[in-house]
């Protein structure tokens, strides 16, 4: 029995055919450049001119070599055509192609010439033409491997997706917790990565894109990667953005080059991160940088509909614009199922907490629960910095294990920014940051706040901040009653409150407080109801979908101008309420006021059991100095 032998495939050429071409210019490039600088240096005359100079005796002194003879020739008027171009008192210098010539030694002794030999060079060849050649294909070849500039034309088309092995993707559902609702949503692709025929059997059709979608940092390339991990199969991860370039043409070629590759892999799982970048609604926008993105999109829309609904490839994106994609790449058939991923809540940040800090020492005194409630609205990506900055921060102090007091600094630097210890306050702008700080922390202690004051602080952090006070919720709240937002607003106003009280006169310190109190009242009065002048009107609508950013959203107005006023009227009347109320608060514990401010200026910074020291020592100040006691 003869068996034939297996079809191998035809290595691919190392040296094609093209690549000549580019030898063939490159010595043209050599030689082009050798009779530049040749005719740049010297002047070639024909040899009977030459020899005319010599006969004149304008020849000054010469080399001669085995082709051709270089020299100088001196200047006069009849040379005034050299002359134009000598240099210098050398004279002008020359080359002529030498001609067998018997007489021409006896002739430049006559003429009294300096002249020398030049013997023949057995390695002129290669450093006038090998090596220079060698040199450009070296070049040549080093581009092509870094996939440089020069190699633009050739793999333009291609797509840039990075492809991960199966057996290289160390990320599985474990590594991602916090999102159980997302994960048993993707669970059915896993399962139909891992064995298809179950599904194909009761005909059955699965998905053929799946959309996440949730603020930065929630996990949306984690828990894809973590569906290629699980389901072990090939994993193509691009980024929305690197289709597209300036061509038009080739991000549809990179999004045609990218199913081609991952149909030959299948099963296998695209993930299209930043979706929104080629994704958007089309029509909407002019420009041959939107021709670019709106081929692409159609490609991938074409793409999606190109394959089977069970061949085993299936296209993941993310996204934190769902708002903008055009509505075609979301109708069934596309992405046709949506998994939302929100910043955790409480007993989600405790799982993530517990996956980060798998492997790294930990004190006996960490509470891992009391950081999960000192972080409300952290994303994943928060919680991991804050495990990491711990532990850069335990490494720093030489501890062998990351303590308590190491989660407690690490979240602070995630919160408000690290340390700017180079920004210098003077005396006087410290005592007046510790009056304002102290203000916001004494009425919110005060006007039972929904959020306990934690910490207090003057040292300066971050971009803006001279000092701050730390305020985490006890527990996860899903709503607001208005005598909470008062209350909010009312800590707000406490810090400019104090600097009045104590300081006699405000400063530009409050900008931020004023800009945050001024939102949470017209907030609670055009857009929850809260007001008594516009009642149940609803007067502003949300610019995007909350998944844009991790804090909240923008509002634009909707109502008319004199709705507008009334809003804008009762705002300023409320805030100047809750301004007033935070100064008699303050007025009352003026004592305990000026003793949290004092301590503050001498320690920089006061933890929750210090401020409840001072606060009950100067209470009992005051009960003795007005005889109470
Ligand atoms: P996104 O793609 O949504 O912007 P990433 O997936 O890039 O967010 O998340 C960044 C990092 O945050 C991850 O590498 C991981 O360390 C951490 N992270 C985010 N979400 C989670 C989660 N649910 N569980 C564990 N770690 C998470």
């Known amino acids: 029995m003869t068996t034939n032998p297996p079809q191998q495939k035809r290595p691919r050429r190392i040296f094609p055919f093209r690549r000549w071409w580019a030898l063939l210019i490159a010595i043209w490039a050599v030689w082009l450049m050798q009779s530049v600088t040749n005719g740049a240096a010297d002047r070639v005359i024909p040899y009977n001119e030459f020899k005319q100079h010599l006969s004149e005796g304008s020849i000054q002194r010469c080399t001669i070599e085995e082709g051709r003879i270089r020299g100088w020739i001196r200047g006069d008027e009849e040379t005034s055509a050299i002359e134009e171009s000598s240099a210098d008192d050398q004279g002008t210098p020359f080359e002529t192609v030498r001609l067998e010539d018997p007489d021409l030694v006896r002739e430049l002794q006559d003429a009294g010439v300096e002249y020398r030999a030049i013997p023949p060079d057995p390695w002129g060849a290669l450093w006038v033409w090998i090596l220079p050649v060698g040199l450009i294909f070296a070049w040549i070849f080093l581009l092509r491997s870094m996939g440089g500039p020069g190699t633009q034309a050739a793999t333009f088309g291609k797509s840039k997706a990075r492809i991960v092995p199966e057996k290289s993707i160390s990320v599985n559902f474990n590594d991602v917790a916090g999102c159980e609702e997302a994960k048993s949503d993707l669970k059915e692709i896993v399962d139909f990565l891992q064995s298809p025929k179950r599904f194909t059997a009761l005909g059955a059709r699965i998905p053929k894109g799946v959309l996440l979608v949730g603020p930065p940092g929630t996990g949306k390339t984690l828990l894809a990667r973590a569906v290629a991990g699980q389901a072990s199969v090939p994993f193509f991860s691009i980024s929305g953005s690197e289709f597209v370039e300036m061509f038009v043409g080739v991000g549809a070629a990179r999004v045609r080059d990218l199913f081609e590759k991952a149909k030959a892999k299948a099963p296998c799982l695209i993930f299209v991160d930043e979706l929104d970048a080629i994704g958007r609604q089309r029509g909407v926008q002019f420009g041959a940088v939107n021709d ?58 405790e799982a993530i907490l517990v996956v980060h800090a798998a492997g790294k020492p930990m004190a006996s005194d960490v509470d891992l629960q009391r950081v999960a409630r000192a972080t409300p609205g952290f994303t994943g990506a928060d919680l991991a910095n804050t495990i990491n900055e711990a532990a850069l921060l335990a490494a720093r102090r030489s501890h062998q294990e990351i303590s308590a007091a190491d989660l407690d600094d690490a979240i602070e630097k995630v919160v408000a920014g690290p340390e700017r210890k180079s920004r210098r306050l003077s005396e006087r702008e410290k005592r007046r940051v510790a009056y304002h700080e102290a203000g916001h922390a004494l009425v919110a202690i005060h006007s039972k706040h929904p959020d306990p004051v934690r910490k207090i602080s003057i040292v300066p952090r971050g971009k803006a901040a001279l000092g701050y006070t730390l305020q985490t919720p006890e527990s996860e709240a899903f709503l607001q009653t208005r005598s909470e937002i008062l209350t909010r607003v009312q800590g707000l106003l406490g810090g400019r409150a104090a600097e009045e009280l104590l300081a006699g006169d405000v400063s530009t310190g409050a900008q931020n407080d004023l800009e945050r109190a001024t939102a949470l009242i017209r907030q609670m009065i055009g857009v929850h109801g809260m007001g008594s002048r516009v009642g149940l009107l609803h007067c502003a609508r949300p610019d995007h979908p909350r998944y844009l950013t991790p804090t909240g959203v923008g509002w634009t107005r909707d109502c008319s101008e004199a709705t507008a006023r009334a809003i804008d009227q009762e705002a300023s009347e409320l805030l100047q309420e809750a301004y007033e109320a935070a100064r008699e608060l303050l007025t009352a514990h003026q004592e305990e006021l000026e003793a949290l401010a004092r301590d503050l200026l001498e320690t920089e910074t006061l933890d929750r059991e210090r401020i409840d020291e001072i606060l009950s020592a100067a209470t009992n100040r005051g009960s003795v100095r007005d005889g109470i006691c």
């Open 292 to 349: 670019e993105r709106e081929q692409t999109l159609n490609q991938l829309l074409v793409e999606l509909d190109g394959f089977e609904a069970n061949s085993g490839v299936i296209l993941l994106a993310a996204t934190n614009r769902p708002d903008v994609l055009d509505r075609a790449l979301l109708r069934p058939g596309r992405f046709d199922r949506q998994v939302i991923l929100d910043t955790p809540d409480l007993s989600g940040r």
